[in-house]
């Protein structure tokens, strides 16, 4: 079967239930790249992406009885894979997560409150991130630059579009950690970005 | 009592402020602060943008190579199997 081929999503449902292998084999053909996309966002270790890829079928085999048919399969097997990668990333916390230190990405204030540094504008919007591959790369590196217990609010919440509450209870924290760790997260982005959005370059 | 904020309050505050969360008070507070003060004004666009740019980001394009593929299939079908024997 060729990778791009759709097969019915019924009779996917079917061979599933029955772990029919041909169906699986056409399955994980099928799915195996948009899935690992996804993961990528999570980790950007190859190895790492590739385990939780397979945890991810497994578990979505296993669990495909539960599937609520008539509802779409892609976002139900998504939501599993970003279950799993939060779930394998806080078991596996990678070592180099440690050496960043966020206080310095953070502005200086004087200890009247003013901003220490001078603040510049940017003359590059969010639109332009789709014509530049470099800030592209950049954003995604300084995602992936932090450390595992910072990335994950942050693409929860600002990626995914999940509500702090529910972040929360996925990663096991009281919402103000969470929110303190998103902002930071957020303040260490934006300085990462900072030279190509005000230069425009 | 003073009506508005010092530049370090507002930056503590900004993720409650865009998230809706604070009080009419301290949400006056930020607003009077941002009236004259540039810095913040830049620093609250460009955190704005910055979370903007984050909801760009897609899903990664990445190819599964064919050995992948298989191991990860070996690996399904075999603890299927254990599962079930």
Same mark, same amino acid.
């Given at each position: 079967m060729k990778e791009e081929e759709e097969i019915s999503q019924d009779l996917v449902l079917e061979g599933l239930k029955k772990k029919d292998p041909v169906t699986i084999d056409g399955f994980i053909r099928q799915f195996s790249r948009p899935l690992f996309g996804v993961i990528l966002n999570y980790t950007k270790n190859p190895a790492d992406a590739e385990e939780i890829l397979q945890d991810t079928f497994l578990k979505v085999i296993n669990k495909i009885d539960t599937f609520r048919e008539g509802s779409p399969l892609w976002p139900w097997m998504r939501r599993i894979a970003i279950n799993n990668a939060i779930m394998w990333l806080r078991k596996n916390k990678p070592k180099?997560?440690?050496?960043?230190?966020?206080d310095d990405m953070e502005p200086v204030f004087t200890?009247? %409150?003013?901003?220490?540094e001078p603040v510049f504008s940017w003359t590059?919007?969010?639109?332009d991130v789709f014509m530049n591959s470099e800030l592209g790369s950049e954003l995604y590196n300084a995602i992936q630059s932090l450390p595992v217990e910072y990335r994950l609010p942050l693409i929860l919440r600002d990626?995914? %579009?999940?509500?702090l509450k529910q972040i929360s209870s996925l990663i096991q924290l009281k919402e103000p950690t969470t929110k303190t760790r998103i902002h930071r997260a957020r303040s260490f982005v934006r300085e990462r970005i900072s030279k190509y959005m005000e230069g425009g370059k | 009592m003073k009506n508005s904020y010092d530049c370090k309050t507002c930056f503590d505050l900004l993720l409650d402020y865009l998230e809706g969360e604070l009080d009419d008070d301290k949400r006056s507070k930020i607003e009077e602060h941002l009236k004259t003060c540039g810095p913040c004004i830049n620093y609250f666009q460009t955190y704005e943008k910055t979370t903007k740019l984050l909801k760009t980001l897609k899903e990664q394009e990445a190819t599964v190579p064919k050995a992948t593929q298989e191991r990860i299939k070996y690996f399904v079908m075999r603890e299927i199997h254990l599962n079930e024997s």
């Open positions: 180099q997560d440690r050496t960043l230190n966020l200890n009247q %409150g003013e901003f220490k590059m919007d969010p639109e990626v995914e %579009g999940y509500s | -």
